[in-house]
T-cell receptor, first 113, second 117 residues
Framework: AQKITQTQPGMFVQEKEAVTLDCTYD???????LFWYKQPSSGEMIFLIY??????QNATEGRYSLNFQKARKSANLVISASQLGDSAMYFC??????????FGTGTRLKVLA | EAGVVQSPRYKIIEKKQPVAFWCNPI?????LYWYRQNLGQGPELLIR????????DSQLPKDRFSAERLKGVDSTLKIQPAELGDSAVYLC???????????????FGPGTRLTVL
């Protein structure tokens, strides 16, 4: 069965520092996609970054990068130069070849001034 | 470009009452999703549409939940009758799923927060 695991319920980071949010996944499907979404207190989910299972390079989008380690089945999100506005819930998600999505339980990030 | 629109934003009902949620996806998006998000959890897929067709409703509790997407645009999700355990945020999302394109990020609406008393 497919599964997404986020083991960090909460994280703190000092403003301007980098932070890594962990995500591991389990699937037997060779074709899948991995996503990270941000959910501020307003409730709306915001897409951050995508990594395809066949992508050779780690994805980057501005201050966000995805540390994709396929053999370890991990897809950690790295946020560089944290800002106060980064405080939110962060969800890792996986999509299989049938376009079924599953989400992790999330990590609450708090950026400290 | 307008985002995904959902209404109402909040709904409070008594158990056993019916309730309906409405979603208008981003123009041109062929795929629409309904999720339920319980407090402190990630979203759980209820149903996925490709155009008018419900292609995945395996996690929709069909005894009380129903959904439709007429003309492949707007969608409604209905619960009848509502139970206490249905209290959650109901999220609608849309995406433009193209054959051979795998980066199909979903765009989410603000959600409807349902409270069943």
């Amino acid at each position: 069965a497919q599964k997404i695991t986020q083991t960090q319920p909460g994280m703190f980071v000092q403003e301007k520092e980098a932070v890594t949010l962990d995500c591991t996944y389990d699937t037997s499907d060779p074709s899948y996609g991995l996503f990270w979404y941000k959910q501020p207190s307003s409730g709306e989910m915001i897409f951050l970054i995508y990594q395809g299972s066949y992508d050779q390079q780690n994805a980057t989008e501005g201050r966000y990068s995805l540390n994709f380690q396929k053999a370890r089945k991990s897809a950690n999100l790295v946020i560089s130069a944290s800002q106060l506005g980064d405080s939110a819930m962060y969800f890792c998600a996986m999509r299989d070849r049938t376009y079924k999505y599953i989400f992790g339980t999330g990590t609450r990030l708090k950026v400290l001034a | 470009e307008a985002g995904v629109v959902q209404s109402p934003r909040y709904k409070i009902i008594e158990k056993k009452q019916p309730v309906a949620f409405w979603c208008n996806p981003i123009s041109g998006h062929n795929t629409l999703y309904w999720y339920r998000q319980n407090l402190g959890q990630g979203p759980e897929l209820l149903i996925r549409y490709e155009n008018e067709e419900a292609v995945d409703d395996s996690q929709l509790p069909k005894d009380r939940f129903s959904a439709e997407r007429l003309k492949g645009v707007d969608s409604t999700l209905k619960i009848q009758p509502a139970e206490l355990g249905d209290s959650a945020v109901y999220l609608c999302a849309s995406s433009l799923a193209l054959a051979g394109v795998h980066k199909d990020e979903q765009f989410f609406g603000p959600g409807t927060r349902l409270t069943v008393l």
